[in-house]
């Protein structure tokens, strides 16, 4: 059985920063295909980042201010996110996908476990 728990939301202004983390049991975050979607009040789920070895994709709307890393011995992923808009403000849930997808991806078909998500509130 897979479990992944997000931590790390919270309340910050505009322009401020925090970081999300993704802890992984039941998989090894290693070799996984490992991702990040957020779902706002009235929205679509969309995707926000994935990792693959040292592959890493973005949405449009985060490149250059978010940043999806791995710790190898913690199996947890993490989501830096710096220079926050109103806009981001949304749940955000970790993904994880099986070790035979080789690249990063934004399809929520890929993934085969989710979190719970953990709220990011983000006042302008």
């Known amino acids: 059985q897979v479990h992944l728990v997000e931590s790390g939301g919270g309340l910050v202004q505009a322009g401020g920063s925090l970081r999300l983390s993704c802890a992984a049991s039941?998989?090894?975050?290693?070799?996984?295909?490992m991702g990040w979607f957020r779902q706002a009040p009235g929205k679509e789920r969309e995707f926000v980042a994935s990792?693959?070895?040292?592959?890493?994709a973005y949405a449009n709307s985060v490149k250059g201010r978010f940043t999806i890393s791995r710790d190898n011995a913690k199996n947890t992923v993490y989501l830096q996110m710096n220079s926050l808009k109103p806009e981001d403000t949304a749940v955000y849930f970790c993904?994880?996908?099986?070790?035979?997808?080789?690249?990063?991806?934004?399809?929520?078909?890929?993934?085969?476990?989710w979190g719970q998500g953990t709220q990011v509130t983000v006042s302008s």
């Open positions: 993904a994880a996908g099986p070790s035979s997808v080789w690249s990063p991806s934004s399809s929520f078909g890929t993934y085969d476990y």
């Open positions: 039941g998989r090894t975050v290693s070799s996984a295909v």
């Open positions: 990792i693959k070895w040292t592959s890493t």
